[in-house]
C-alpha cells in the first residue's frame, strides 16, 4: 500500500452531531482531489456516542480512516499529537470536528504548502464565536506576539497544514504540556497565514469557558515565554526601590513630626500588599517548577485504548 500524500487529523470530543456531516463533507474534498490520502479521528475520552459513531465511519472507509481511541480525556493538543504521531502523509492538515472549520478550504492549505510554504495557519473570517471569545482571543494573539515574538495572525484557528519534516520535530520535542500552532512556528522556516472561512458550530456548545481560556493563556506563556518570571523580577525589584524610599519618609517623618499612630493602617496596607505580590510569585514560579516535574517523570503523555487502522492489522 503506498503512503497517502495527505494526512487530515481531527480531534473528537462530544461530537456525535456533527461526525457524519464532517465525514460527508470531508470525503467529498478529500476524494475530490485525486491524491491518495488518511483522515486520522482521535477520539479524545468522549462521554456520548462519538465512539461508535467513529467505528461505523471506519468500517464504511477503512482505506481512508483511521480511529484511535484515548483510555481517558488529554485534551485537544494532546490527541492531535497522537494523530501527528501515527499519521504519513507529506502534507498533515489539523481541524476541529465541530465544523466551525470548513473542510472545503482544505485545497487553499495544500496550494500554499506547494508553493513551499512549511506551515500553513488559517485566519478565521467573519468569526462566528462570542463577543467576549473574540476579545480574549484578540487580547492573547496582542499579548503572544509581544512577549514571545512568535508571529501568528490567528493561533486559535485549528485549520492549518503542515510540511512532514514540521510534524515529525513536533512529536520528537515529546512535550507534555504544548501548543501546536506555536510549536509549528519555533520550527518553521516558511511559515503563512491565509484567510479561511468560519461557521457557527453545527451542534453542541464549546468546550472552553472563560476560566479555560485564560488557564490556556497562562499555560501558553509558561510553556513559550519567560516573560511572566521577567515581569516579577521587575516588579520585586520596583517595590524593594519604593520600600526603600518609604522607610527612609518614615524616618524623617519620626525625627521630624514624632510618633504617628495612625500611620499602623498605611503599613498594614503596605504589608498586605507586599504579602500579595509575594504570593502572586511563589505562583509563578511554581507554574514552571510543576512543568519541570511533568516533564521528568517521564510518564506517557497519553495511552491509546484501542486503534482502527487496516494498514496496522494487515501487518499483524
Known amino acids: 500500500m503506498p503512503l497517502p500524500l495527505i494526512s487530515v487529523v481531527i480531534p473528537v470530543y462530544n461530537e456525535e452531531a456533527c461526525l457524519e456531516t464532517l465525514f ?62 501515527k499519521a504519513r502523509g507529506e502534507i498533515v492538515i489539523t481541524m476541529d470536528a ?35 471569545r473574540i476579545t480574549v482571543s484578540r487580547l492573547h494573539n496582542w499579548l503572544r506576539e509581544k512577549l514571545t515574538k512568535i508571529h501568528m495572525v490567528d493561533e486559535g484557528c ?18 507534555r504540556s504544548t501548543f501546536i500552532p506555536a510549536l509549528a512556528v519555533t520550527y518553521a522556516s516558511n511559515p503563512i497565514d491565509i484567510p479561511v472561512r468560519h ?29 511572566p ?6 516588579i520585586g525589584s520596583l517595590v524593594a526601590f519604593f520600600s526603600v524610599l518609604l522607610f527612609l519618609y518614615l524616618i524623617l517623618d519620626r525625627l521630624f513630626y514624632g510618633p504617628d499612630v495612625q500611620g499602623v493602617f498605611t503599613l498594614f496596607a503596605i504589608l498586605f500588599f507586599l504579602m500579595g505580590i509575594l504570593l502572586v510569585g511563589l505562583g509563578i514560579v511554581g507554574e514552571y517548577v510543576g512543568r519541570i516535574h511533568e516533564e521528568v517523570r517521564q510518564r506517557p503523555r497519553y495511552l491509546i485504548k484501542t486503534e482502527l487502522n487496516r494498514s496496522k492489522e494487515s501487518h499483524t
Open 199 to 227: 461557521a457557527e458550530r453545527l451542534a453542541g456548545t464549546t468546550g472552553y469557558n472563560l476560566y479555560k481560556l485564560i488557564r490556556y493563556n497562562f499555560d501558553f506563556f509558561a510553556n513559550f515565554s519567560r516573560a
Open 98 to 132: 465541530d465544523l466551525q472549520n470548513l473542510p472545503e478550504d482544505i485545497p487553499l492549505l495544500i496550494a500554499k504548502i506547494q508553493e513551499g510554504h512549511d506551515v500553513v495557519g488559517g485566519i478565521r473570517m467573519n468569526r462566528q464565536d462570542k463577543l467576549w
Open 24 to 85: 460527508t463533507r470531508l470525503i467529498a474534498v478529500m476524494d475530490g482531489l485525486n491524491q491518495a490520502y488518511e483522515i486520522i479521528f482521535t477520539n479524545d475520552g468522549s462521554q456520548d456516542k462519538s465512539s461508535e459513531i467513529l467505528k461505523e465511519l471506519y468500517h464504511r472507509r477503512p482505506e481512508n480512516i483511521i480511529v484511535l481511541e484515548f483510555n481517558r480525556n488529554y485534551g485537544q493538543h494532546m490527541a492531535i499529537m497522537a494523530g501527528f504521531e
Open 229 to 234: 518570571l521577567e515581569a516579577f523580577t521587575l
Open 158 to 175: 485549528m485549520l492549518r497544514a503542515y510540511r512532514k519534516e514540521i510534524v515529525k520535530a513536533m512529536v520528537a520535542s515529546d512535550e
